[in-house]
């Protein structure tokens, strides 16, 4: 197998206060992956650590086997709807020009080829004739389309998503899900924070089910287990039952 994450003792807080608790797991290279649990669980905390977004209290981190500094490149993140400051003036192809900096360089301007392989990125999530509107204008759909066009020009082998499918239309859902499934057969790796159940079977191959610990990481229907998945959702039960009883 070749490791596309492995994590050895992780534990990460804020303000003294632990959100990441002994997290070791070790994921390989050309599958796509869920991480669930619920609301407040980690999951986001989990992604950022990875990328050393936030600084971690413990632990160690490789990604394709080398520490993060020698492959940032190679890792493409799409952050969280509300992470992203949506009022700030860039259009839509400036956005997805970005991904080309590892390539480009902060400090060069992008070339002719850049913006073609940008306007080609665009393209391929269907998007090309927005390429001027600014991205506040955009619906989130279109937004996390514009994020994953961004992406793709990043030319990433490693895919990390926070809840990509949040707030969006079933169009654009339907077409993010099947470039990260088309991503995937080319044996890039797919991480995906994801809240919707439902659909956890049919999009991935493998699932993470977080709750502060690493509760279980295995196939989906290792993972998808009532009494496996009551260790994470325990604590929202008596809502859950509140909700139920009030229909
Ligand atoms: P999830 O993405 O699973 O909903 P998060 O990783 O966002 O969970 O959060 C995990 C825990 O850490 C939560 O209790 C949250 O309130 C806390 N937390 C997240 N970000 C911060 C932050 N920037 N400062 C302080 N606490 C935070
Ligand atoms: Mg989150």
Same mark, same amino acid.
């Given at each position: 197998?070749?490791?596309?994450?492995?994590?050895?003792? +992780?534990?990460?807080?804020?303000?003294?206060?632990?959100? &990441?608790?002994?997290?070791?797991?070790?994921?390989?290279?050309?599958?796509?992956?869920?991480?669930?649990?619920?609301?407040?669980?980690?999951?986001?905390?989990?992604?950022?650590?990875? %990328?050393?977004?936030?600084?971690?209290?413990?632990?160690?981190?490789? &990604?394709?086997?080398? /520490?993060?500094?020698?492959?940032?490149?190679?890792?493409?993140?799409?952050?969280?709807?509300?992470?992203?400051?949506?009022?700030? /003036?860039?259009?839509? #192809?400036? =956005?997805?020009? %970005?991904? =080309?900096?590892? @390539?480009?360089?902060? +400090?060069?301007?992008?070339?002719?080829?850049?913006?073609?392989?940008?306007?080609?990125? +665009?393209?391929?999530?269907?998007?090309?004739? $927005?390429?001027?509107?600014?991205?506040?204008?955009?619906?989130?759909?279109?937004?996390?389309?514009? $994020?994953?066009?961004?992406? &793709?020009?990043?030319?990433?082998?490693? $895919?990390?998503?926070?809840?990509?499918?949040?707030?969006?239309?079933?169009?654009?859902? @339907?077409?993010?899900?099947?470039? #990260?499934? @088309? &991503?995937?057969? #080319?044996? *890039?790796?797919?991480?995906?924070?994801?809240?919707?159940?439902?659909?956890?079977?049919?999009?991935?191959?493998?699932?993470?089910?977080?709750?502060?610990?690493?509760?279980?990481?295995?196939?989906?229907?290792?993972?998808? *287990?009532?009494?496996?998945?009551? *260790?994470?959702?325990?604590?929202?039960?008596? $809502?859950?039952?509140?909700?139920?009883?009030?229909?």
């Amino acid at each position: 197998m070749k490791p596309a994450i492995t994590v050895k003792d +992780l534990y990460v807080s804020y303000h003294g206060s632990e959100a &990441l608790h002994n997290i070791n797991f070790s994921i390989e290279q050309g599958k796509m992956y869920g991480i669930i649990g619920p609301n407040g669980a980690g999951k986001s905390t989990l992604l950022k650590a990875i %990328l050393e977004l936030i600084p971690r209290d413990k632990g160690e981190i490789h &990604l394709l086997e080398k /520490p993060l500094r020698e492959i940032r490149k190679k890792i493409a993140y799409v952050p969280q709807r509300n992470d992203i400051d949506w009022t700030f /003036p860039i259009n839509v #192809l400036d =956005t997805v020009i %970005l991904g =080309t900096y590892p @390539e480009l360089g902060l +400090l060069r301007r992008p070339k002719k080829h850049h913006k073609d392989w940008a306007f080609h990125c +665009l393209e391929k999530v269907g998007m090309e004739s $927005f390429y001027k509107r600014q991205i506040g204008e955009l619906s989130g759909g279109q937004q996390q389309r514009i $994020f994953l066009a961004r992406a &793709l020009a990043q030319k990433a082998e490693l $895919f990390c998503l926070d809840e990509p499918f949040v707030g969006i239309d079933v169009t654009s859902e @339907e077409m993010i899900v099947a470039i #990260l499934q @088309e &991503l995937r057969n #080319l044996g *890039k790796t797919i991480l995906v924070v994801h809240h919707d159940l439902s659909k956890a079977d049919s999009y991935f191959n493998e699932l993470m089910l977080l709750n502060k610990e690493l509760i279980q990481i295995g196939s989906v229907s290792e993972v998808l *287990k009532p009494d496996v998945m009551m *260790k994470a959702y325990e604590s929202q039960l008596p $809502f859950l039952q509140m909700k139920r009883g009030a229909i």
